[in-house]
């Protein structure tokens, strides 16, 4: 539906006003008036005003579906204020439990000072070394007597 412009609706207006000022009461001594012209006036103010009122009529429905709109975004921006205030608690409940983490989690230094598979295996060696250089000591010691 094409809405009228404002222009439009004032051009309306001053033609309502300019035939109101036609139809006011004049003194007349003598009238003579001519049925036709007399009917096509009021044909043509019956038609203004009808197309006015139409015209008003598809306003208010579109006021309606703006306020209807203003109220579904006014419901839409609080849901959104909702979302927004919960991702904000779980976003500060994610910081807090990486911030234990972090307090928890060893540092390049503790990592550094950690025996590696390699320093595993050498001790290991190491330890069977010691092992068999024990075990030929105990060999080498005199037996208790009665044994």
Same mark, same amino acid.
């Given at each position: 539906?094409?809405? %009228?412009?404002?222009?439009?609706?004032?051009? /309306?207006? *001053?033609?309502?006003?300019?035939?109101?000022?036609?139809?006011?009461?004049?003194?007349?001594? *003598?009238?003579?008036?001519?049925?036709?012209?007399?009917?096509?006036? /009021?044909? &043509? +103010?019956?038609?203004?005003?009808?197309?006015?009122?139409? =015209?008003?009529?598809?306003?208010?429905? &579109? +006021?309606?579906?703006?306020?209807?709109?203003?109220?579904?975004?006014?419901?839409?921006?609080?849901?959104?204020?909702?979302?927004?205030?919960?991702?904000?608690?779980?976003?500060?409940?994610?910081?807090?439990?990486?911030?234990?983490?972090?307090?928890?989690?060893?540092? =390049?230094?503790?990592?550094?000072?950690?025996?590696? =598979?390699?320093? #595993?295996?050498? /001790?290991?060696?190491?330890?069977?070394? #010691?092992?068999?250089?024990? #075990?030929?000591?105990?060999?080498?010691? %005199?037996? %208790?007597?009665?044994?």
């Amino acid at each position: 539906m094409n809405q %009228p412009t404002r222009d439009e609706i004032e051009e /309306l207006k *001053r033609r309502v006003a300019r035939l109101e000022r036609q139809t006011e009461p004049i003194q007349i001594t *003598r009238l003579e008036i001519e049925s036709g012209s007399l009917y096509r006036k /009021l044909d &043509d +103010v019956q038609e203004i005003t009808n197309s006015v009122e139409t =015209k008003i009529d598809g306003m208010r429905g &579109d +006021v309606f579906k703006i306020r209807e709109s203003q109220a579904d975004l006014r419901d839409q921006g609080q849901a959104i204020k909702d979302n927004q205030d919960t991702h904000t608690e779980i976003l500060g409940q994610l910081m807090n439990f990486g911030e234990r983490i972090e307090a928890t989690m060893a540092t =390049k230094s503790d990592i550094k000072n950690m025996a590696t =598979k390699d320093d #595993m295996s050498e /001790l290991e060696t190491r330890f069977s070394r #010691m092992e068999a250089i024990m #075990m030929q000591i105990l060999d080498r010691l %005199p037996q %208790p007597e009665g044994e």
